[in-house]
């Protein structure tokens, strides 16, 4: 018979394993893909992300000639209205990696006057229900305003039971959940 103490020990140890394996599955995307970010073409962000599905833990790449271009994190309001004056985040590198780390909607757009009028902004949502991948515990995720978010009806959901959602199974996700806590209770 397994004591609570090794019961918890290998809870521990599954966690980890579906922590190195979403480090695995990550993904990059390369926003435009091989139009980059940019002005030129016209080249439509919103298809671009709408083919995608954004996982937590993905990578968003953008790449872009830092001299006419940067990638602000904004919120949806100001995404709405292409407004770059209050940005959550700035990045001016040319070639910024942005790993996303919470569900919901991320926006970003370029600040350079016209650009996001002309369509250079791109809103990656990662759905709840296709990230089963584990939220880095302790950390903040204040880019993603639950308010804004419409879709999916409030549940329980937490940070924890995010982290072990890779079993793809809701209800045994919970039992693991629970025999884990009891673990250390
Ligand atoms: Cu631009």
Redesign the pocket.
């Known amino acids: 018979m397994a004591s609570a103490a090794a019961k918890s020990r290998a809870m521990a140890l599954l966690l980890v394993m579906f922590a190195v394996l979403q480090v695995a599955f990550a993904a990059v995307y390369k926003v435009g893909d091989s139009t980059g970010?940019?002005?030129i073409g016209n080249f439509n962000y919103t298809n671009w992300a709408a083919t995608k599905s954004f996982e937590v833990g993905d990578v968003i790449l953008f790449e872009?000639h830092p001299q006419?271009?940067?990638v602000m994190q904004v919120t949806h309001p100001d995404y709405k209205s292409c407004n770059a004056s209050t940005p959550i985040t700035t990045h001016t590198s040319g070639n910024d990696s942005i790993t996303i780390n919470t569900h919901g909607h991320h926006y970003f757009l370029?600040?350079?006057p016209g650009?996001c009028q002309a369509g250079?902004k791109v809103d990656i949502n990662v759905l709840r229900v296709s990230s089963m991948a584990p939220t880095p515990a302790g950390l903040p995720s204040p880019s993603t305003p639950v308010a804004t978010v419409p879709a999916p009806p409030p549940s329980a959901a937490g940070p924890l039971k995010a982290s072990i959602g890779l079993l793809g199974n809701l209800g045994l996700a919970m039992a693991v959940l629970a025999a884990f806590v009891s673990g250390f209770a």
Do not use: E
């Open positions: 970010w940019t002005t872009y006419f271009h940067n370029c600040g350079v650009h250079q």
